[in-house]
């Protein structure tokens, strides 16, 4: 019985460290889970994510704490998708869409802005 409790505990535990930090080098990946920490309301973890400067992250976790409120009057996320990946190479930016059905049926599609800073992709903190 220990030795399940052990390897639940270590399950659990990988699966907290990775929910929003593990993801593939790509704009589809970080965009995927960008989502997952805004579904999981780790809304520090999504600001992990983006490209932001640590004087913006506090105000900007702010703002997703409000924004998760609303999502939360819709029944919360049920389901997410990336639609759509534009990506400029040269330019070192992305485009990706994902559309979110809520718990209520609605349904929203938004863009996600990317960029690649340092050989990684982030999202971006510009609008």
């Known amino acids: ?3 399940i409790l052990v ?3 270590m399950c659990l535990m990988m699966a907290v460290m990775t929910s929003c930090g593990g993801h593939e080098n790509s704009p589809k990946g970080v965009a995927m889970a960008g ?3 805004l579904a999981d309301k780790d809304y520090k973890g999504y600001m992990n994510l983006t490209d932001a ?3 913006q992250k506090q105000m900007m976790t702010q703002l997703l704490e409000k924004v998760g409120k609303e999502g939360e009057q819709k029944g919360g996320m049920k389901s997410y998708e990336v639609v759509d990946e534009q990506i ?4 070192g930016t992305a485009t990706v869409k994902v559309k979110v059905v809520y718990g209520n049926g609605e349904e929203k599609t938004n863009e996600m802005k990317c960029v690649k800073k340092d050989g ?3 999202l971006s903190s510009d609008k």
């Open 1 to 3: 019985m220990k030795k």
């Open 7 to 9: 390897m639940f505990t």
């Open 35 to 37: 989502v997952e920490c």
């Open 53 to 55: 400067k640590e004087e």
């Open 88 to 91: 400029d190479e040269e330019k």
């Open 120 to 122: 990684k992709w982030l």
